[in-house]
Nanobody
Framework: QVQVVESGGGLVQAGGSLRLSCTASGRTFSSPTMAWFRQAPGKEREFVAGIIGSGSDTYYADSVKGRFTISRDNAKNTVHLQMDRLKPENTAVYYC????????????????WGQGTQVTVSS
């Protein structure tokens, strides 16, 4: 059974920073693609950032480029999302996804999701 656990959400003022973390456990992953998605109230879930197994390639939604940074630690099956210069429109539940794939400019989800972590940015 696979477990995907996120942490690091919270409430922050506009312009501030948060760092999300996600750890996958429960089976032997071979450096899977890991990605973050988010879902705001009344909106569909959307891609935010992704990183392939080697960590050599990263992908970002246009709306977060230059402000968010994704990184990973394969020894711990962990991915981080550093979010800087946050905006109120970044408010959403952020979900970690494991074992998807990346193509073109975005990543597509695989079968393993975390429970989500709430990020709220006040104006």
């Amino acid at each position: 059974q696979v477990q995907v656990v996120e942490s690091g959400g919270g409430l922050v003022q506009a312009g501030g920073s948060l760092r999300l973390s996600c750890t996958a456990s429960g089976r032997t992953f071979s450096s899977p693609t890991m990605a973050w998605f988010r879902q705001a109230p009344g909106k569909e879930r959307e891609f935010v950032a992704g990183i392939i197994g080697s960590g050599s390639d990263t992908y970002y939604a246009d709306s977060v480029k230059g402000r968010f940074t994704i990184s990973r630690d394969n020894a711990k099956n962990t991915v981080h999302l550093q979010m800087d210069r946050l905006k109120p429109e970044n408010t959403a539940v952020y979900y970690c996804n494991v074992a998807g794939y990346c193509s073109g400019y975005i990543c597509y989800p695989g079968g393993y999701w975390g429970q989500g972590t709430q990020v709220t940015v006040s104006s």
